[in-house]
């Protein structure tokens, strides 16, 4: 009995290490998948990882094996990945990735947050209510670099390599993780030149006037008024000019060249200095949802998860949800 108990507990440890040792194996596989890519050479990408020539190509041809597809268009001057290859590479890179971070944050135990964080901001939403707050973080966390990247469209986070984004507005349906922060008051605004005193409050005479759109608008609802029935009315003269940066917009606005109907933090400025003045102050305009989204399927690092209960903790709904 005891003869056999030993038997087993042989066969247990067998059993762990060979487990064990196939992990080892498939992170090595992909090591030098990525490796093979980057450098457009088999050889290259042992020399990379400590591998011969020929134990690198035995390590791709077992992920193959193991996968059941081609992962590499193999000739004799080039390396280029196939579809299949394509996908299992990207998806690897974010689980390797993933794996060193944890691997950082065990190292790190109590110490000081480090490593950069790439975050997608709106351009003048970062630029107007963001800057000050960001700036804060980076007092906080010395040793975390933020790598912004300011667009008014809404970036890709697996395509652009963000590991966050800020957004205003509608969002489609995705996979993506969304925190809602607060919301955004909009109006419609327009010099006092171009909009007499008489008519801020006639709706029928703001109607004709002309328009300065913003072209990245991504919700439903822009230039529609609301009276106290919640009757809708759409704003809807003619649209003498259209751009995807909000601040150009302003400074047209204040030229007198048309209204604009924007958020209320991109026209703070003008309308204390009284360059633009709001309309229908009697109609409600549907605010806008102010969200944090990041993509969930994979482990999120302890630096990532600070900024975004920074974003969310410090100020931002009292900043953007009021009354313009």
Same mark, same amino acid.
């Given at each position: 009995?005891?003869?056999?108990?030993?038997?087993?507990?042989?066969?247990?440890?067998?059993?762990?290490?060979?487990?064990?040792?196939?992990?080892?194996?498939?992170?090595?596989?992909?090591?030098?998948?990525?490796?093979?890519?980057?450098?457009?050479?088999?050889?290259?990408?042992?020399?990379?990882?400590?591998?011969?020539?020929?134990?690198?190509?035995?390590?791709?041809?077992?992920?193959?094996?193991?996968?059941?597809?081609?992962?590499?268009?193999?000739?004799?001057?080039?390396?280029?990945?196939?579809?299949?290859?394509?996908?299992?590479?990207?998806?690897?890179?974010?689980?390797?990735?993933?794996?060193?971070?944890?691997?950082?944050?065990?190292? *790190?135990?109590?110490?000081?947050?480090?490593?950069?964080?790439?975050?997608?901001?709106?351009?003048?939403?970062?630029?107007?209510?963001?800057?000050?707050?960001?700036?804060?973080?980076?007092?906080?966390?010395?040793?975390?670099?933020?790598?912004?990247?300011?667009?008014?469209?809404?970036?890709?986070?697996?395509?652009?390599?963000?590991?966050?984004?800020?957004?205003?507005?509608?969002?489609?349906?995705?996979?993506?993780?969304?925190?809602?922060?607060?919301?955004?008051?909009?109006?419609?605004?327009?010099?006092?030149?171009?909009?007499?005193?008489?008519?801020?409050?006639?709706?029928?005479?703001?109607?004709?006037?002309?328009?300065?759109?913003?072209?990245?608008?991504?919700?439903?609802?822009?230039?529609?008024?609301?009276?106290?029935?919640?009757?809708?009315?759409?704003?809807?003269?003619?649209?003498?000019?259209?751009?995807?940066?909000?601040?150009?917009?302003?400074?047209?606005?204040?030229?007198?060249?048309?209204?604009?109907?924007?958020?209320?933090?991109?026209?703070?400025?003008?309308?204390?200095?009284?360059?633009?003045?709001?309309?229908?102050?009697?109609?409600?305009?549907?605010?806008?949802?102010?969200?944090?989204?990041?993509?969930?399927?994979?482990?999120?690092?302890?630096?990532?998860?600070?900024?975004?209960?920074?974003?969310?903790?410090?100020?931002?709904? *009292?900043?953007?949800?009021?009354?313009?």
């Amino acid at each position: 009995m005891l003869y056999l108990q030993v038997i087993e507990w042989h066969l247990f440890y067998i059993e762990k290490i060979v487990k064990r040792s196939n992990h080892m194996d498939r992170i090595r596989q992909l090591k030098v998948l990525m490796a093979a890519v980057r450098h457009g050479s088999i050889a290259a990408a042992g020399r990379e990882v400590g591998l011969s020539p020929a134990m690198a190509g035995k390590y791709l041809g077992a992920l193959e094996s193991t996968l059941g597809v081609r992962l590499l268009h193999r000739t004799t001057r080039a390396l280029s990945l196939t579809e299949a290859g394509q996908r299992y590479l990207s998806a690897s890179q974010e689980i390797l990735r993933a794996l060193d971070d944890a691997d950082a944050e065990v190292r *790190a135990g109590t110490r000081q947050l480090s490593g950069p964080i790439r975050l997608g901001l709106p351009r003048a939403y970062g630029e107007l209510k963001l800057a000050g707050v960001l700036a804060a973080f980076c007092q906080r966390y010395p040793e975390i670099t933020l790598d912004l990247h300011t667009d008014e469209r809404y970036a890709d986070l697996v395509d652009d390599r963000l590991d966050l984004a800020v957004r205003i507005g509608r969002l489609a349906d995705s996979a993506l993780r969304v925190r809602r922060i607060g919301t955004v008051a909009m109006g419609v605004f327009g010099s006092p030149d171009l909009v007499g005193a008489d008519a801020r409050e006639d709706l029928a005479r703001v109607r004709m006037l002309p328009r300065l759109a913003f072209a990245a608008a991504r919700s439903p609802g822009d230039w529609t008024a609301h009276d106290e029935a919640m009757r809708a009315f759409a704003i809807d003269g003619k649209c003498v000019m259209r751009s995807d940066e909000i601040g150009l917009l302003v400074r047209a606005a204040v030229a007198g060249i048309g209204i604009l109907y924007a958020p209320g933090f991109a026209v703070e400025d003008a309308l204390a200095h009284g360059d633009l003045v709001p309309l229908l102050p009697n109609y409600h305009f549907a605010p806008l949802d102010l969200q944090i989204v990041y993509n969930d399927r994979h482990h999120q690092p302890a630096r990532v998860r600070a900024l975004i209960d920074y974003l969310q903790q410090h100020g931002l709904r *009292a900043r953007t949800n009021r009354p313009v």
